[in-house]
């Protein structure tokens, strides 16, 4: 028996929580011990290798966890984009386009670039790990979408965050 069996509804949510960020933590610490040994362009190499490995493992545990089958599309990646560990820790939103053939996904409040700008550093260059995380996400979910980056650090406008197209 663990600690969890006996948790009410709001603790386990709070869990939940709670472990989002240990693990977003956890990335960071990794991150910057990769750029003190080996410098940031090493590390930013290592965390593009890393996140294409994650991302086809987190989506493809969505998918099984929630029965998204293969091959669903665009709404597929909706509910899989809303079951990764940054939706209980970031605010986002996914919208579609008018005649239903994109989808587009902004990260409202990113907990990375929020606390970098609270200590007063730049915000992360992430455009190119994202590009291969949400890549490799919505691939993962159903091969046949393309991903575009419609800005992401260091690209993105002042106070943003990320956005990106799914077709």
Not at 93 to 119: H, I, N, Y
Request: hydrophobic share 40%; with cysteine.
């Amino acid at each position: 028996m663990s600690a969890y069996d006996d948790m009410s509804r709001d603790e386990l949510l709070a869990s939940l929580r709670m472990f989002a960020a240990n693990w977003l933590a956890h990335d960071g610490c990794w991150f910057l011990a990769a750029e003190e040994r080996f410098g940031i362009d090493s590390a930013i190499d290592l965390d593009e290798m890393s996140w294409a490995r994650f991302a086809a493992t987190e989506a493809r545990r969505i998918m099984t966890t929630f029965d998204i089958a293969p091959g669903g599309g665009l709404p597929a990646l909706e509910r899989a984009l809303g079951l990764r560990m940054y939706a209980l820790i970031n605010d986002q939103r996914a919208e579609w386009s008018p005649d239903g053939r994109c989808l587009r996904f902004v990260m409202d409040r990113c907990r990375v670039q929020e606390t970098r700008r609270k200590k007063g550093l730049p915000d992360f260059p992430c455009k190119s790990v994202g590009i291969i995380e949400f890549t490799t996400f919505a691939q993962t979910i159903d091969p046949r979408i393309k991903t575009r980056c419609n800005h992401c650090p260091p690209d993105a406008p002042e106070g943003k965050y990320c956005s990106w197209e799914f077709v």
